[in-house]
């Protein structure tokens, strides 16, 4: 079983910047594919950012491109989301999920669906 923990998230102006960080433990391997949703309240979760462990392609949802940076360390078995550039709208709680199975997907999966393990999530508020 893989357990992950998120950590980075605050309260922040528009225009700053924040990064997160997403620790796995357990069994892992380079073949997991990493993603990061997000949900306001009210809303939907959707999909944020996502890597391949193995392969070190990324995904982006639209309205994060240019902003966000997803990346990794293997030998840290952690994630991160460096947001630059925050807007209001990107107020929610954000969360890093893992797939066992990402090694199929190329780019790696955007549907919340195919994530298999998910952190507790970190509260971004972003204020105007």
């Known amino acids: 079983q893989v357990q992950l923990v998120e950590s980075g998230g605050g309260l922040v102006q528009a225009g700053d910047s924040l990064r997160l960080s997403c620790a796995a433990s357990g069994r892992t391997f380079s073949s997991y594919a990493m993603g990061w949703f997000r949900q306001a309240p009210g809303k939907e979760r959707e999909f944020v950012a996502a890597i391949s462990w193995n392969g070190g392609t990324t995904s982006y949802a639209d309205s994060v491109k240019g902003r966000f940076t997803i990346s990794r360390d293997i030998a840290k078995k952690s994630v991160y989301l460096q947001m630059n550039s925050l807007k209001p709208e990107d107020t929610a709680v954000y969360y890093c999920?893992?797939?066992?199975?990402?090694?199929?997907?190329?780019?790696?999966?955007?549907?919340?669906?195919?994530?298999?393990?998910w952190g507790q999530g970190t509260q971004v508020t972003v204020s105007s």
């Open positions: 999920a893992a797939d066992r199975e990402g090694s199929r997907w190329y780019p790696p999966a955007a549907f919340s669906s195919a994530y298999d393990y």
